[in-house]
């Protein structure tokens, strides 16, 4: 046949063999027969509008480009979400195979067309799909922002949850949010790669020189080695994941109980990271508890708070005798002897006295660091809450009020 007669021949026969192919898909694709029937039919409008246009294209070869984009334009866009890339290229072999065994015989320049319009429909569904891809991933990452932007300024709604579970969050238990300085060459897969073999989820916000990851821990889900990455403390992944960012402080906030929660940790985080360069010999990471000293002295009303509560109120509401020797041990210098002269005690008791300390809240007043951290919540406590007296609004005297006097 010349090309005239076989263009007609192959417009007869296109619809069985639009025919012919949903049947050997339902027979040879089992994901296919499993398919609700909308679905199904979607597929089917993409089968036979490859085969339409490849008669087109073999009456017109220069239409490759815009005749195999119009083949997947005739699907609706949720089918690019049900099939995988891996199944539209079964879907495209299945096709070439009716085809060419419906078409053998009638000459080998036809087998060859169809080989070749095959290579540009998988060309084109590699495209359609690369270009799906990179506008989800686009997506994600203005999803993930924003996200992060909601943990940093507290600013949570209840549509915070489903965003969070839109980004693939499949963290259910602990989370804590690390602040720190943007590397100037920062690879974000890398940190990623890291994160997912120690077996924990991040949101990863970058704000200029400020690089922000909130962390958050799984429970273990059973499988052989999950149950030991879970294990780990957050300052323990903090060290892990400290290479991807860049020189200076590295501060992690206190973990809380969820995501959602996770803005309480964002604020001690940012305060300490504000502060930091005020411990000189800080280490990297730093915990954001530690550095309430420093946070309390710029400002800080949650530091005050921590400090008061966690250290002054439990020492006083526990013994009198406890706050007093803590106090006289500090002034004196952490001096043991000098404590105990100045309290007529033997230098044993004060010693067991800072044991108490240290069971009760956790702290050692023997070290440096935690003895400036137990003076400054002295300090802070005594002091106590800070009151705001009105004044009583002037009265304004008038001629009448003048005269009665």
Not at 382 to 396: C, F, H, N, Q
Request: proline share 6%; charged share 25%.
């Amino acid at each position: 046949m010349d090309r005239e007669e076989t263009l007609a021949w192959l417009r007869r026969i296109s619809g069985d063999l639009a025919t012919a192919t949903l049947r050997r898909l339902e027979e040879s694709l089992p994901w296919y027969a499993e398919m609700p029937p909308a679905r199904r039919s979607s597929v089917g409008l993409v089968a036979q509008a490859g085969i339409t246009s490849f008669i087109q294209w073999y009456d017109d070869p220069e239409s490759t480009p815009w005749i195999a984009a119009d083949i997947f334009a005739a699907a609706p866009r949720e089918l690019l979400r049900s099939v995988s890339l891996q199944q539209t290229l079964q879907l495209i072999r299945v096709t070439v195979e009716v085809t060419e065994e419906r078409v053998a015989g009638k000459g080998e320049h036809l087998r060859e067309a169809i080989l070749l319009y095959s290579r540009e429909v998988a060309f084109a569904a590699a495209d359609v799909y690369a270009r799906a891809a990179e506008a989800r991933g686009l997506w994600d990452a203005r999803l993930e922002a924003l996200v992060v932007d909601s943990i940093l300024t507290g600013e949570t709604d209840e549509e915070l949850p489903s965003r969070i579970a839109a980004l693939g969050w499949h963290g259910h238990g602990e989370a804590c949010v690390l602040v720190g300085t943007t590397p100037p060459q920062f690879d974000v897969d890398q940190l990623r790669r890291v994160a997912r073999k120690l077996g924990v989820d991040v949101l990863i916000g970058v704000q200029g020189s400020r690089l922000v990851v909130v962390i958050g821990r799984a429970q273990p889900s059973g499988r052989p080695g999950e149950e030991a990455s879970a294990e780990l403390s957050f300052p323990e992944i903090a060290r892990q994941l400290e290479p991807g960012f860049g020189d200076g402080y590295l501060v992690i906030g206190p973990p809380v109980a969820a995501l959602v929660d996770a803005s309480q940790s964002a604020r001690a985080a940012l305060a300490g990271f504000a502060v930091a360069r005020g411990w000189r010999n800080a280490p990297r990471p730093v915990e954001a508890d530690d550095l309430l000293p420093e946070r309390a002295l710029a400002g800080d009303p949650l530091a005050r708070q921590t400090l008061v509560e966690r250290i002054y109120r439990p020492l006083l509401a526990h013994s009198a005798d406890l706050v007093a020797t803590l106090w006289s041990y500090l002034d004196n210098g952490r001096s043991l002897e000098a404590t105990a002269r100045e309290l007529f005690v033997h230098p044993n008791t004060v010693r067991y006295r800072l044991k108490r300390v240290s069971d009760v809240i956790g702290w050692d007043a023997t070290g440096p660091r935690e003895a400036l951290i137990l003076q400054t919540a002295l300090i802070l406590g005594s002091i106590g809450p800070a009151e705001v007296r009105r004044r009583p609004a002037p009265v304004r005297r008038t001629h009448a009020t003048e005269r009665s006097h």
